[in-house]
């Protein structure tokens, strides 16, 4: 393209034609910094946790069974069984959701890489044709760029329904094409074609760097909300442990089973076994240095 405006006007390349050809060189390693295909490459990684997690039938066939073989139970502990069971399932779907969530992030990297990629190269391509029509003094080449609004592509495609992920990151490409604009290139002169170029160009990148700025903070908020402990992990209460002095059968029993007389007898001793587990024997006080190293 410079080669061709430095034809043009047979000199010494002009302070518009200079700013032009260092401009390109900054344009070309904005639009080449993310490769398409490493991009692909992480995209089909993510996709396929995505499914292992998401689209485990076994899984969450095997946590609604346990939630149904509670259902005759009844009592405090019983609920508290009951919930984390349903947090089990919650936290499935939740880890699905956030895979789905950088997956959409993922193939709007791709699309806006890709799109950056096609849209600086038309905007070259024309901007070319333009300087040869200068040269020749005449208009027969076409000089229309079509140039993406990429930071309108990353938003599309964040916006996506988060409950289907695509297989391909091929997929956001399919609609593109409603996010170019024409840009037709000035050839009246060579220094007003030089200086088009470059705005142009530079308005190109700053598009691009919106976009990838908005997958940034979509990630940002990712690694915020992966890092929130789920409900699942949150501990038991004490009275959901049968070795706690807290547990009592009244928290947790079978209201189809009745256990017959022999129900209280084992209550009874259940609660010996956890008054006597909660004292320190003279053997553990030994072991663990409860009678500080006395021996």
Request: with cysteine; charged share 30%.
């Amino acid at each position: 393209m410079i080669a061709q405006i430095e034809r043009i006007q047979d000199s010494p390349p002009s302070a518009a034609a200079l700013g032009a050809a260092h401009s390109s060189e900054l344009h070309l390693n904005c639009v080449l910094a993310l490769d398409p295909e490493k991009i692909d490459t992480e995209y089909q990684r993510l996709y396929d946790a995505a499914v292992k997690i998401g689209d485990n039938d076994r899984a969450i066939g095997q946590i609604r069974l346990t939630s149904d073989h509670l259902d005759a139970w009844r009592g405090a502990a019983a609920d508290q069984f009951r919930l984390q069971v349903t947090y089990m399932e919650m936290f499935c779907t939740a880890e699905k959701d956030l895979l789905n969530e950088a997956l959409r992030s993922v193939a709007a990297a791709y699309a806006a890489a890709v799109a950056a990629r096609r849209s600086l190269l038309s905007l070259l391509d024309a901007t070319a044709d333009a300087a040869r029509n200068v040269f020749d003094d005449q208009k027969a080449r076409e000089t229309q760029a079509m140039v993406a609004t990429v930071a309108n592509v990353v938003k599309g495609i964040l916006d996506w329904d988060p409950q289907k992920p695509v297989k391909s990151v091929a997929d956001a490409l399919i609609d593109l094409g409603k996010d170019l604009m024409p840009i037709f290139l000035d050839d009246s002169g060579a220094d007003q074609l030089c200086d088009q170029y470059t705005r142009e160009g530079e308005r190109l990148c700053q598009n691009l760097g919106q976009g990838y700025d908005h997958i940034q903070q979509t990630f940002v908020n990712l690694r915020d909300k992966a890092t929130q402990p789920p409900e699942l992990f949150h501990p038991l209460p004490a009275y959901c442990d049968v070795a706690s002095p807290d547990f009592s059968y009244d928290r947790f029993k079978d209201t189809i089973h009745d256990p017959g007389p022999i129900g209280p007898k084992v209550d009874v001793e259940r609660q010996k076994y956890a008054e006597e587990k909660a004292k320190d024997s003279e053997i553990d006080k030994r072991l663990n240095r409860g009678d500080h190293g006395a021996v």
